[in-house]
């Protein structure tokens, strides 16, 4: 892998590949359709997206993070236990990608309840970190969060580093990952006419200009910086959107000093440099 000689200790930056294998979840949980033909474009992650994208990583040799609802684990079990069993980490995605701001506070606790029972069940281990369905958070996310024992959160978009997350005015013990929706696949490529109007069908030469300038920047920047994907199996999964993102893997790889690395280390790592 050419010039990859980052590590936690020493890099110029920290990139995080992570994966929302949404499925079918999207559609019977956020957008509350069940068409069979709106539920196949949910299975395309797993007939196609989530091989193709465990042979790039296998390939490179590259961390990941997959973030996985409930019933998505459930659903397609023996697809979740290959990637877990492959030494991907696995984060908790809600249960059937539930966006919290639409749930009362015995309904969010269920839905966070029933997604880490799923990713036991299917994977034998609980999950460390969370990623709120579409990114939105209710006013009892971090409290629910600490009780049930998550240590990082990658649902905010406040900063290009990590942060601590601060909760009713008060600094938590939550590790913030923030993300971005320009590195995030489905602003550019997701297409949807019902039940809401989605443009999407970006050209993949427009995202790369967007994904690689923001890398550079961040680069450029070095310290305690992230980069940090967020991708759905179900739309980078194309073939031409998976080409363009080995390229961009390989564009990265051919920089000095950055560690690619799963969310749970860089939470880790956050945490060592904070109590230093």
């Given at each position: 892998m050419?010039?990859?000689?980052?590590t936690a200790e020493?890099?110029?930056?920290?990139v995080?590949?992570?994966?929302?294998f949404?499925?079918?979840?999207?559609?019977?949980?956020?957008l509350?359709?069940?068409?069979?033909s709106?539920?196949?474009?949910?299975?395309?992650a797993?007939?196609?997206g989530v091989?193709?994208?465990?042979?790039?990583l296998?390939?490179?040799?590259?961390?990941?993070t997959?973030?996985?609802p409930?019933d998505?684990a459930e659903?397609?079990s023996?697809l979740?236990?290959?990637?877990?069993g492959s030494?991907?980490e696995?984060g908790?995605h809600?249960?059937?990608?539930e966006?919290?701001?639409?749930?009362?506070e015995?309904?969010?606790?269920?839905?966070?309840?029933?997604?880490?029972?799923?990713?036991?069940?299917?994977t034998?281990t609980?999950?460390?970190?969370?990623?709120?369905?579409?990114?939105?958070l209710?006013?009892?996310?971090y409290?629910?969060?600490?009780?049930y024992?998550?240590t990082y959160?990658?649902s905010?978009?406040?900063?290009?580093?990590?942060?601590w997350?601060?909760?009713q005015g008060?600094?938590?013990?939550?590790?913030e990952?923030p993300?971005a929706?320009?590195?995030?696949?489905?602003a550019?490529f997701?297409?949807?006419y019902?039940?809401?109007y989605r443009?999407?069908?970006?050209?993949?030469?427009?995202?790369?200009?967007?994904?690689?300038?923001?890398?550079?920047?961040?680069?450029e920047?070095g310290?305690?910086?992230?980069?940090?994907l967020?991708?759905?199996?179900?739309?980078?999964?194309?073939?031409?959107?998976?080409?363009m993102?080995?390229?961009?893997?390989?564009?990265?790889?051919?920089?000095d000093?950055?560690?690619?690395t799963t969310?749970?280390?860089?939470?880790?790592?956050?945490?060592?440099?904070?109590?230093?």
């Open positions: 050419a010039n990859f000689t980052g020493h890099h110029q930056l920290a995080a590949l992570t994966f929302d949404d499925a079918e979840s999207l559609w019977l949980g956020a509350n359709t069940s068409t069979p709106a539920l196949s474009r949910g299975a395309y797993a007939n196609e091989p193709r994208i465990l042979r790039l296998k390939e490179f040799e590259l961390p990941a997959f973030f996985v409930g998505t659903r397609h023996g979740t236990r290959t990637i877990a030494g991907y696995i908790h809600g249960y059937l990608h966006p919290p701001t639409t749930l009362t015995p309904e969010e606790r269920r839905m966070i309840e029933r997604g880490i029972d799923a990713l036991v069940t299917v034998g609980a999950p460390t970190g969370y990623r709120s369905p579409s990114w939105e209710s006013e009892s996310t409290s629910l969060l600490r009780e024992g998550i959160d990658a905010q978009l406040g900063a290009d580093r990590p942060y997350v601060s909760d008060k600094r938590t013990d939550i590790v990952l993300g929706w320009e590195l995030t696949d489905s550019h997701m297409f949807s019902f039940p809401t443009v999407g069908l970006s050209a993949p030469s427009k995202v790369a200009e967007i994904w690689r300038g923001d890398f550079d920047g961040a680069y920047e310290g305690d910086g992230c980069y940090i967020t991708m759905h199996p179900e739309i980078i999964g194309r073939n031409h959107r998976m080409r993102l080995r390229e961009l893997v390989e564009y990265m790889l051919g920089h000093n950055v560690w690619f969310m749970a280390d860089l939470a880790a790592e956050f945490r060592t440099r904070e109590a230093l």
